[in-house]
């Protein structure tokens, strides 16, 4: 085989590019943490994202965090058209979470969607924003 000397090919025989692989190799991910500079981000290997996309190419791990991002925003949309709540806000605690075309809406709707809705959705984010930033 004839080849190029200002290209390394032995590291790309010898390094595999799956996402749990960089991870821990490229960004020096120890006890389930990675540190970018000045920010740490803790990388919880048992929720689903991470088992679903450990064992991918990065650059299709980066794809599906852009989905993954796309899908929560479509969903924040969906639920503040539906119910006027603002999701970030709500999760947030602040009292003002809906908008004031929906505040004749009852008090229930907006209690029930706070216990089941808002959690979920906060946890989602902050798994996104995790592997965004790793992304």
């Known amino acids: 085989m004839l ?13 595999h ?4 692989s960089l991870a821990h190799d490229v960004l020096g991910m120890r006890f389930n943490r990675v540190t970018l500079t000045s920010q740490k981000v803790d990388v919880e290997t ?16 980066a794809d599906r965090v852009d989905q993954a991002l796309s899908e929560y925003k479509a969903e924040k949309e969906r ?3 539906s ?32 216990l089941n809705v808002v959690p979920e959705l906060t946890e989602r984010k902050r798994i996104i924003d995790c592997h965004f930033s790793l992304s």
């Open 79 to 81: 639920i503040l058209r």
């Open 17 to 20: 590019t799956a996402y749990n």
């Open 46 to 61: 048992s929720e689903a994202f991470w088992q679903t996309n450990a064992g991918l190419a990065f650059p299709t791990v």
């Open 83 to 114: 119910t006027g709540v603002n999701v970030e806000a709500a999760a947030a605690g602040e009292d003002m979470a809906m908008s004031p075309t929906s505040m004749e809406d009852s008090a229930v709707g907006r209690l029930r969607l706070a």
């Open 3 to 15: 080849v190029d000397r200002e290209v390394d090919y032995a590291a790309m025989l010898r390094h």
